[in-house]
């Protein structure tokens, strides 16, 4: 009965390999995120999807590509994997944006902690 | 653009301390104001939220208060426990794509 989850929780690959991850909710949301935490723990925005539409894409290298094939999944796939990707990824998902305020809270998945040798 | 300061970490504090972690906001408009916590291994959580002016949040015995005229959202607590060690973050959320901005994070340990 997992809300957001997250596969794989662990990764670990070498330089210039592509990988993915995957990001499910049950939530019934209409709004998925991806956000980086940094090996200091910042968190910083990557991505939004809302109904499966494209709705934030902040200044990420372009071998990031999410992909949303409904609106209860969010993937990531990183192409050309470099050692500055090494990182814990978490989904996120919400009620959906349109028409709503900010104030609505978001729920995390476990995270994805992605190492690249 | 908008951003949220936390204090730095880490802090360290007896157990039945007070605590209290600042927190302030840049923004244009009225952000609505959140504190995540993260324990070790897991994803973040919602602590608390407040939406306007004035709002106080709680929960867990946390508190925190939106003040508008010092654009901040201090999370309190009156006696911390063991079990409150974690990170914590405060965050400000957009009201037309709901982003999250995060503080830097500021980690917490309660020692017996």
């Known amino acids: 009965d997992t809300a957001v989850s997250q596969t794989p929780k662990y990764l670990v690959t070498q330089m210039g390999n592509d990988k993915s991850i995957k990001c499910e909710q049950n939530?019934?949301?209409?709004?998925m995120y991806w956000y980086k935490q940094d090996s200091k723990k910042f968190l910083k925005i990557m991505f939004s999807?809302?109904?499966?539409?494209?709705?934030i894409n902040e200044t990420v290298p372009n071998r990031f590509s999410p992909k949303s094939p409904d609106k209860a999944h969010l993937n990531l796939h990183i192409n050309s994997l470099e050692l500055g990707d090494s990182a814990v990824y978490f989904c996120?998902?919400?009620?959906?944006?349109?028409?709503?305020?900010?104030?609505?809270?978001?729920?995390f998945g476990p995270g994805t902690r992605l190492t690249v040798l | 653009g908008n951003s949220v300061t936390q204090m730095e970490g880490p802090v360290t504090l007896s157990e039945e301390a007070f605590l209290t972690i600042n927190c302030t906001y840049t923004?244009?408009?009225?952000?609505?104001l959140f504190w995540y916590v993260q324990y070790p291994g897991e994803g973040l959580q919602l602590l608390l939220k407040?939406?306007?002016?004035?709002d106080k949040g709680s929960n867990k015995g946390f508190e925190a208060t939106y003040r508008k005229e010092t654009t901040s959202f201090h999370l309190e607590k009156g006696s911390v426990q063991v079990s409150d060690s974690a990170v914590y973050f405060c965050?400000?959320?957009?009201?037309?794509?709901?982003?999250?901005?995060f503080g830097q994070g500021t980690t917490l340990q309660v020692k017996p």
């Open positions: 923004a244009t408009g009225y952000p609505s």
């Open positions: 965050a400000s959320s957009s009201s037309n794509t709901g982003k999250l901005i």
């Open positions: 939530l019934g949301h209409d709004t």
């Open positions: 999807y809302n109904n499966k539409e494209l709705i």
């Open positions: 996120a998902s919400r009620v959906n944006v349109n028409g709503t305020s900010g104030s609505r809270e978001q729920f």
């Open positions: 407040a939406t306007k002016a004035d």
